[in-house]
Each structure stands twice: as C-alpha cells, then as structure tokens.
Nanobody, 118 residues
C-alpha cells in the first residue's frame, strides 16, 4: 500500500520553529532518496530538502542553514526541522521521493499546512 502522511504543521510567529514528520509506506521509503516539498498559494510545488538513505542531505538556497532534514530508516519516517521561519515559508509541505515531481502520476499525501504570521 502506498501511503504518505505528513504532520506537524501549524501557525508560528516569524523567527519560530516547527518540526514536520512524514510517515511513509515501505513501498515508497525503502532505498529511496526522500525529500520535502512545499507549495505556496499561486506557486508551483518546489523541493526544499532531500536526504539519501545514508544521510547525505541537500537543500534549496531558500532554506539552506535554517531547515534540517533527517530520516529514520527503521521507522520509515522523514523529518524536517524548520528554524528561523519567515512569512515566505508559509506553504503546504509534502514529503515524497526526490523524483516525485518528474512523474505526473506520483502519489502525494495530503500535506501539512505551515503558516508563519504574527
């Protein structure tokens, strides 16, 4: 069964932090490079962070130094620690494989809303 369940979003003030979690089914998670994406209103979905099974990470310029991606291979979980949040980080956040945007038929979870506002 293919499943992605994101959680941990919410309303936070500028400068605050949130930690997102993603529970992935084994069919998606095993061996895959996993990633976090976000989609702001009126904008295209973009990848913000990725992590290989061995823990090598990559980040977009917009989140580099503020966000940290991690994974637990035993639990099929992916996490995104977000610090120093700004209103520009407001979006729905999704996790998926690092190549999910390349396939129009990729399965996506419901995402988790992050709103940064005072």
């Amino acid at each position: 069964q293919v499943q992605l369940v994101e959680s941990g979003g919410g309303l936070v003030q500028p400068g605050g932090s949130l930690r997102l979690s993603c529970a992935a089914s084994r069919a998606i998670f095993t061996g895959a490079i996993m990633a976090w994406y976000r989609q702001a209103p009126g904008k295209q979905r973009e990848r913000v962070a990725s992590i290989t099974r061995s823990g090598t990470t990559g980040y977009s310029d917009s989140v580099q130094g503020r966000f940290t991606i991690s994974r637990d291979n035993d639990k099929n979980m992916v996490y995104l620690q977000m610090n120093s949040l700004s209103p520009e980080d407001t979006a729905v956040y999704y996790c998926n494989t690092a190549t999910a945007l390349l396939n129009r038929r990729s399965y996506w979870g419901q995402g988790t809303q992050v709103t940064v506002s005072s």
